[in-house]
């Protein structure tokens, strides 16, 4: 199993949207859960949303609404859709698989 390698963040306005992806080299990534995590500026890593192997999804309150984790097990791919994204938004996000840490990818977004 190779580290996850995640893409798409970058910098948006407020209100704006973005959508991450995390591609995973391991032959049993339908079988597991994938992870989205934030470190926001000075504090310290969260998770934001995770997904299982049954497509189930769990939120964090603050993105819950706005936030979308899903799959693509014939890609290897997990992907995070933000919508209406806000300051406190900001931060790397690290895709966290088998629980090896992505490199991660930053997202700032700005007024």
């Known amino acids: 199993q190779g580290q996850p390698v995640e893409s798409g963040g970058g910098l948006v306005r407020i209100g704006g949207s973005l959508r991450l992806a995390c591609v995973v080299s391991?032959?049993?990534?339908?079988?597991?859960?994938v992870g989205w995590y934030q470190q926001a500026p000075g504090k310290q890593r969260a998770q934001v949303a995770i997904?299982?192997?049954?497509?189930?999804?769990n939120y964090a309150d603050s993105v819950r609404g706005r936030f979308t984790i899903s799959r693509d097990n014939a890609k290897n791919t997990a992907y995070l859709q933000m919508n209406n994204l806000t300051v406190d938004d900001t931060g790397v996000y690290y895709c966290?698989?088998?629980?090896?840490w992505g490199q991660g990818t930053e997202v700032t977004v700005s007024s």
């Open positions: 966290r698989y088998g629980g090896i």
């Open positions: 391991a032959n049993t990534f339908e079988f597991n859960a």
């Open positions: 997904i299982d192997e049954n497509n189930m999804a």
